[in-house]
């Protein structure tokens, strides 16, 4: 494992220019992500690159701020011997999809504050205005983190044998035209995990619900580490879900316009392997961590 540092700052904040600044310090394309006439300069360092405290020190001598991600990066060979990988894609695939667009819930067993426990009932439902964000994709995520699998890759996971596992169909709708099944499924876990345990690092509740599962979210300084007892992973499925629930929450009890928190999904290595052996690409797979006792 490695960790990398991801820094953004204002290319136009540089008196001298961004490419000067980073000649300094020898950083090039190799690291450096840079466009002629971009407000915004990106730059990827492992966190022990002797560069990055050069970069940070120039950046604030010349008073110019920035935004900081920290984030672990694993081999095959670590993905392969992990017990469960958190499974998240990138936000750039995200549709808008749930309970806003007609997706409906049993709200019997959820926090009526925040709506963590809802527990759908229906198929899954896209505003039809994002379907373009599918082409070409074998995978994606609604942006509150349900996961599409196209039909063929869900033929697979369901011929893989994978445990805790069920799926949904997906329509997307359009206003006036109703609704267009699409040839998607939804990926849906049947088994919830316990509470992680506290000493997982990288996650916070940054607006907590009186029922403590909700509104956790990460943290873009510290990496995401999450980790579990032996003894509560010691039953998992292929196809898990967390207790917790991350992200923003917004639920005054009418479902129609709820914006609910979600559980991240954590999965067995045989899910990575057919999603990689698939060609899929997109998506961070981070390894949990398993306490003794």
């Known amino acids: 494992m490695k960790t990398e540092v991801r820094i953004l ?16 310090v020898r950083c090039g394309p190799d690291v450096a992500e840079l466009d002629e006439g971009a407000i915004f300069t990106i730059v990827t360092l492992d966190e022990r690159d002797e560069r990055l405290p050069r970069l940070l020190h120039l950046l604030t001598e010349r008073g110019a701020s920035w935004l900081e991600r920290r984030y672990d990066c694993f081999t095959d060979e670590e993905l392969e011997s992990a ?4 499974m998240s894609y990138d936000v750039n695939a995200e549709v808008f999809g749930g309970p806003q ?14 709506g963590a426990g809802a527990r759908q009932t229906s198929a899954m439902i896209l505003d039809g205005e994002y379907l373009h964000r599918l082409e070409g994709r074998r995978a994606a995520m609604t942006f509150k983190d349900d996961m599409l699998v196209d039909e063929k890759l869900s033929g697979a996971l369901a011929e893989s044998g994978a445990t805790g596992l069920s799926f949904r169909g997906v329509f997307a709708a359009f206003e006036g035209r ?3 099944q699409l040839p998607w499924r939804q990926l849906c876990a049947t088994h919830t995990l316990p509470r992680m345990s506290p000493r997982s690092t990288g996650i916070s509740p940054y607006n907590p619900c009186p029922c403590g599962r909700s509104s956790f979210a990460g ?4 990496p995401m580490r999450l980790a579990y007892r032996a003894a509560d992973v010691a039953d998992i499925r292929d196809i898990n879900v967390t207790w917790e629930w991350f992200g923003e929450a917004k639920f ?18 045989k899910v990575w392997r057919i999603f990689r052996d698939a060609g899929v690409t997109g998506f ?4 949990i961590r398993v306490e003794d006792g």
């Not at 943290?219 to 510290?222: A, F, L, S, W």
């Not at 005054?252 to 290595?269: H, I, K, M, Q």
Request: aromatic residues 8%; hydrophobic residues 35%.
């Open 9 to 24: 700052f204002r290319s136009d904040r540089i008196q001298e220019g961004p490419r000067a600044l980073l000649d300094t």
């Open 83 to 86: 017990r469960l990988l958190i």
């Open 101 to 114: 667009e007609g997706t409906t819930y049993d709200m019997s067993e959820a926090c009526k504050r925040c």
């Open 178 to 180: 109703g609704h267009l």
């Open 219 to 222: 943290k873009e300084e510290v």
């Open 252 to 269: 005054d009890g009418d479902v129609s316009e709820a914006l609910f928190p979600n559980p991240l999904f954590l999965v067995t290595p």
């Open 284 to 287: 961070d797979w981070i390894p």
